[in-house]
Every structure is written in C-alpha cells, then in structure tokens.
C-alpha cells in the first residue's frame, strides 16, 4: 500500500509545484497569487521505488471557522490527521516567518509525524532561510527546488529514515488507463455469432472495476452547487463549500463506491461566459475544468433550477456534445421550488426544443443541500453508459439501411443518383458510423441528419452524442491505365 503524505504551508511556498513535481503531471493549478489552492487533491506518484499517495492542501492561514480561509484551513487539518505522514514546506528565500512558527505550533499539538521542507533554494538566495529553519525543532530540514526538481530524492531518503524500510515496495506503481475510448478498427467476421460474441466482450470490457472505476465530472456555471452535491454523494464535507460563487478552482477528484461500483467523481470550477473570465487564475481553472471533461465518460451538467437554461447552460451542453462525452442534466436546488409540476413541464419542453443535439437525454430534479434524487441521478448515469457503449452488429445496420433506402431514398445531386452501399460501427463512446456511398461529398446534410435521426430510433441510442461519418467508395478503375488507339 502507498502512504499518504500531505504537503502543507502556508500560502505561496510551492506546495501544489512540488506536488506537480512527485506527481510527473501538472495536475494542481500554479499562479503566483497566494491561496490559488482551496480543496485538497489527492494523486499517486513515486520516488524512485517508493510509492505515494499525495494530498496537496490550501495554504494555511489564521482566520475564523465561518470565513472562506477558515474552512480552507480546515480541509488542511483533516488532510494532516488523514495522512501517514507531512511535509511542511517553508520558502527558504523568505526565510522562517512569524505564520511558519503559528502553524509548526499546530502540527506540534496534532504530533503526527512531519519532515520539514525548505523550498526554493536554488542560487543562494535560499541559504540563510534554510540554515534558520534547522532552529523549528522538526530535525535536520531537506532542501529542494520543487520547480527545477532538485532534492526530490533527499526526499524519499528522509521518508525511509522517518517511517523505517517497511514502507519500501518493488511493485510498479498502477496510474491508470493507458487510454482513453480507443478507435476500433474495422474488422471482418465469418458469422454473425461471431461477431455478437465480439461485441459481448466489448462491452464486458467497459464495466467499471477497481482498476478502471467509471469518471463522472460534474460541471456547470459557479454556485450551481456542484461541490456541495459531491459532499451530499459521498457523505463527507470533502469538499469545500459555502455562499461565495467560485470557491472550487481545481478539477478535484474523490473515489466513491456506489453500491458496489467503483466511481471516481470529479469536481470542477464554475464556467462562466468567456467574455466575462478575464483574470489568468480563472482562465486556468476553467481550462483545468475542461480536461476533466475529456478524461470523463459521463458529464453531469448541474443546472439551478430557479434559473435554468441560461445561455452559457447551453454552451457548456454543446461543449459536452462536441467531446462526445455521455451527458446527464440535473436540476438542481428543487427543494426551493415551489410549483414544481408547473416547472417540470416547463422544463421538458425547452430541454426537447433547445437540446436537439441530443434527443432524449436524461434529465433528473435533485437537491445537493439536502442530498435528495441521487438515487435518480445514478439510476440514469448507468442507463446513459450503457447507450454510450452501445455496438451494432454489421448485420443489423445494413438490414436497417435497406429498408431505411426504401422509404426515403437518398436524393439526385445534378442528375446523378448517389448509391449508399452499406454502413458499419466503428467506434464506441459515442457511437460511430461509417456510412459507405459513392459521391459522398454531394450527400445532403440534411440526409445524413435523417440517418443520425433514423439510426436513433431504431437502435434506441438516445440522451448521448452521435456521429455519423461518410466516405466515398473506391473507384476499381481508378489505376487502370487507358488503352492506346
């Protein structure tokens, strides 16, 4: 098992940059501002043949329970008792500060294990801080450059002498999928068994397991309540919460099992209209945002349902749409309506006329304050996975473009028929078809809507993306030369 090592400071030492660092990805957001980080973020990573589990935290500062700072600090104080083992990082280049010594008090009073660490010691700008931290009484200090990578081994020897050898192990270090929603290839089978036992196994292989636990990111605009609904799903103040728009910055992701299923759950920062981010800090964080989009498989998009559908609520559907995720709208904040039925009808009638890009996408009513309709949340995360994974045999689909032909042929362009020869799947998450014709260039879009519409209804794939992509035959007589006279 890793250990868990949290790295805490107060703000603008270089905690999230030597979290980056031990991590191998730029995963926490880094500006200059102090207090860029607000929750605490967990990642694994490895030191030589030492595996971690790190928790970047908020900087500490010394402010009361019911301000912003103060709930800061407490997400820093649970990640302390939480962890095996911290790192207190100090700016060596500022030297031990009065809010250095307040908060070595703290971590004296929780006496858990600590090494001291002094960052940003390159040149010697660093030394008289570093030489002065030996006097906080945590023993002899390491010295590093989280940003240049200097002294990050020092750091797994100063874990070994702290917590003994026991801690060591050969293992490789598991991060993850390799990939994400991989492009099948066009195969041929000699039956149409084979290939439903093909797509069987397909499917079997997308089920969410320990290894690969399904991604759900949570997303909308600020104070939509989407950290306070993840707080409600996993029964714990995980993340940090309160009446001020735009307090999550960071992408955080929290594991949570749902009766039975592995899920990793993502919170991310409020989308605003771009016109109005104008401030780099938000701009990275909404950028982080968007990454967690596209490493996600189902999108929850979190709407307030005292003023739903706001013209950026529709540009973050199309943004969902356009990554081809799984997507899921949630009402939230329902326990402040009052005439319900009347909004609900309300509702489903601009969700069917402003949402024609995808037909029949789940819609649920919940409110994250009260933690009420995540039972109905998950009942349609799984129904819209299971579309989004959803594969048609090669058979079904010609049978159907047969008979589609038939009822609504394709149109003459300029006095020439354009023949369709026939349709395959080729790509899951979302379903992906290759329609095969000749002129396929002067096929109508709006045909080809027909058939993403056509295909919809017949198959039932419904609430997710849909692509339909065309390509003109190959010509036999292409290379053939010409006969001379």
């Known amino acids: 098992m890793p ?216 997303v909308g605009r600020p104070n939509a309540g989407k950290s306070t609904l993840i707080n409600h799903m996993i029964d714990q103040d995980r993340l940090l919460t309160g009446p001020e728009a735009g307090i999550t910055r960071d992408s955080i992701s929290v594991e949570w099992n749902w009766k039975g299923t592995p899920i990793k759950l993502y919170d991310t920062a409020g989308m605003r209209k771009r016109a109005r981010v104008q401030e780099k800090l938000e701009k990275l964080s909404v950028a982080d945002g968007l990454r967690a989009v596209q ?43 009052e005439d319900r039925e009347k909004l609900m009808k309300d509702l489903r009638e601009k969700t069917d006329r402003l949402l024609p890009q995808i037909i029949g996408v789940k819609t649920v009513t919940l409110s994250g304050i009260q933690g009420k309709g995540v039972d109905r949340l998950m009942d349609a995360v799984f129904d819209t996975y299971k579309v989004w994974n959803k594969r048609i045999s090669t058979a079904k689909l010609n049978n159907w473009l047969s008979m589609t032909q038939v009822q609504h042929p394709p149109p003459a362009v300029r006095g020439r028929r354009i023949r369709i020869k026939y349709i395959t799947q080729i790509k899951t998450r979302p379903p992906t078809f290759m329609v095969h014709c000749n002129h396929s260039e002067q096929l109508p879009t709006s045909y080809v809507r027909y058939l993403a519409n056509s295909l919809r209804q017949n198959f039932g794939i419904v609430g997710v993306p849909i692509r339909v992509l065309m390509r003109k035959g190959d010509n036999p007589f292409a290379k053939r030369k010409k006969r001379n006279n």
């Not at 797994?156 to 990939?179: H, P, S, Y």
């Not at 943004?319 to 326990?335: H, M, Q, S, T, Y």
């Open 3 to 218: 250990i868990t090592v949290a790295i805490i400071g107060r703000p603008n030492v270089g905690k999230s940059t030597l979290f980056n660092r031990l991590v191998g990805k730029r995963l926490a957001l880094v500006d200059d501002t102090p207090g860029v980080t607000r929750d605490r973020r967990k990642a694994a990573a490895k030191i030589a043949d030492l595996k971690l589990e790190i928790i970047d935290t908020a900087g500490l500062e010394e402010a009361g329970a019911d301000t912003l700072e103060g709930r800061m600090r407490a997400q820093t104080e649970e990640a302390i008792w939480e962890a095996d083992i911290s790192f207190f990082v100090i700016d060596a280049r500022a030297g031990v500060t009065p809010s250095d010594k307040a908060f070595a008090n703290l971590l004296r009073k929780a006496d858990r294990p600590v090494i001291l660490v002094a960052n940003k010691v390159e040149g010697n700008k660093g030394d008289s801080g570093y030489y002065e931290s030996f006097g906080m009484g945590f023993g002899d200090p390491v010295p590093i450059s989280a940003e240049h990578g200097q002294g990050i081994y020092d750091l797994r020897d100063a874990l070994v002498d702290k917590l003994g050898e026991g801690i060591l192990d050969e293992e490789e270090l598991d991060l993850g999928r390799d990939g994400y929603d991989e492009l099948f290839v066009e195969q041929e089978f000699e039956s149409e068994e084979e290939e439903e036992a093909a797509i069987a196994s397909e499917a079997k292989q997308y089920e969410p397991s320990e290894k690969h636990p399904l991604r759900i990111a949570v």
């Open 295 to 337: 490493f996600a498989e189902v999108v929850v998009i979190l709407l307030d349902a005292t003023i739903p559908y706001e013209k950026q609520d529709l540009h973050i559907v199309d943004l969902i749409v356009r990554e081809g995720r799984a997507p899921i709208i949630a009402f939230n904040k329902w326990d402040l309506v």
